[in-house]
């Protein structure tokens, strides 16, 4: 058992100083004062100039690797466990990207599997840009309603050239499969959608929807700061279905990227709900740049830290509050993806806390009630780091 004493508490909204008292994995109770004098079995963590926030939740990483738009040699490696850690990422949602055709969804799931059985929370999306997508069973429906950690499809891609170019029909077929598998398996169901560089990009998911029972926030757009004609029409768009930020591009292609703090705060000034944005990494995803003619001229790669760099870039930069910029990887993923106990601090939830400074330094890390970072040193690494 931990007790956090006295620490501002964010769950991601204030509720000022509370002690935590955690145990067996999860938060037990959440209150001004807990006494538990002489407990031999106890830790006790002093909150003092502290806040507590929910452990970050990164929804969209390659945790079994990536890439190879520029031959085999440009395959990226897997997520690390040491990776999560320093950017306060409690659980992650695993995809395949570009390579659908030699990376297997079977190797992502053991990749979940193996952060799992590190004391981290994964899961992952079944598929891969290509449709029909790759899938373990006979489809990604029987995935989603018949594998645990599955709980939707992604990322399929449109708007890019790297895209299978699904048809409406296509794309509703897709989405109504991954919603009938949510709805069996009790889970979101959701589409994870990769957008890319093409003009009017959002139109494929309006005229899935439109021409459908389907509703739009059954799709899940990422890369929507990925350049600014892309950005502007975001702007309409969220505000009838939800939208993912990439925070690990920006640095890369500062010449195509909204810088995603300046674009969160100029999507809520435009009217988007607070709650339909999200941000996430692409960590471990190759960020290609390729030429007119589609020669790839730049290959870089996502890291988890770059949420916690984007968040706190919003606090401080865009003047946004530390309740509001923490719901964008915590509480609005988690209701997104239906991820019960994850993304709030609350009694009963998983024990996933996010220990901060004044300065919004990461101090301590725990993951389902484990102190996987202490004093700012990662105390947990992956087998072979």
């Known amino acids: 058992m931990i007790l956090i004493r006295q620490i501002e508490t964010y769950t991601p909204t204030y509720l000022g ?6 145990g067996g994995g999860k938060i037990i109770s959440i209150c001004d004062h807990l006494d538990f004098v002489g407990n031999p079995n106890l830790e006790v963590i002093d909150g003092t100039g502290l806040m507590a926030l929910p452990g970050l939740i990164d929804a969209h990483v390659h945790i079994a690797g990536a890439g190879g738009e520029g031959g085999p040699a440009t ?3 897997g997520l690390r466990i040491s990776d999560m850690l320093e950017a306060g990422v409690t659980t992650v949602v695993g995809c395949l990207g570009t390579d659908g055709y030699t990376r297997s969804v079977e190797s992502v799931l053991m990749k979940v599997k193996s952060i799992r059985h590190e004391g981290l929370s994964a899961w992952m999306f079944t598929g891969a840009y290509q449709i029909p997508p790759p899938s373990i069973l006979e489809n990604v429906g029987k995935d989603i309603a018949m594998i645990e950690e599955i709980i939707g499809v992604g990322e399929v891609a449109l708007s890019d050239h790297r895209s299978s170019y ?5 794309l509703i077929r897709l ?3 991954a919603r009938v598998g949510g709805m069996l398996g009790n889970k979101c169901g959701i589409v994870n959608i990769h957008m890319g560089d093409a003009k009017d990009p959002f139109r494929p998911l309006y005229d899935a929807s439109t021409t459908s029972e389907i509703p739009l926030k059954q799709f899940w757009p990422t890369h929507c700061n990925r350049n600014h004609h892309i950005f502007e029409d975001a702007k309409e768009y969220g505000k009838k279905g ?3 930020l990439t925070a690990s591009s920006y640095p890369y292609f500062p010449e195509f990227e ?3 703090s300046k674009a969160i705060a ?3 000034r435009s009217g988007v709900p607070l709650q339909h944005i ?3 990494s692409d960590a471990c995803g190759s960020l290609p740049d390729f030429d007119e003619q589609g020669n790839l001229v730049k290959l870089e790669m996502g890291y988890p830290l770059s949420v916690f760099t984007e968040i706190r870039d919003s606090i401080l930069e865009e003047k946004m509050s530390i309740s509001d910029a923490f719901s964008l990887a915590t509480s609005n993923v988690a209701g997104i993806l239906k991820l019960a106990h994850k993304g709030r601090i609350q009694e009963n939830n998983d024990a996933d806390l996010l220990i901060l400074d004044k300065e919004l330094n990461i101090i301590h890390v725990l993951a389902n009630g484990s102190v996987m970072v202490r004093n700012g040193n990662i105390l947990k690494k992956g087998a072979y780091e």
């Open 17 to 22: 100083k509370k002690d935590i008292l955690t």
């Open 75 to 77: 395959r990226t490696a």
């Open 166 to 170: 699904p048809t409406t029909q296509e």
């Open 175 to 177: 989405a109504s499969m």
């Open 242 to 244: 939800y939208l993912d």
């Open 258 to 260: 909204i810088k995603p």
């Open 266 to 268: 100029e999507l809520l």
């Open 278 to 280: 999200t941000l996430t």
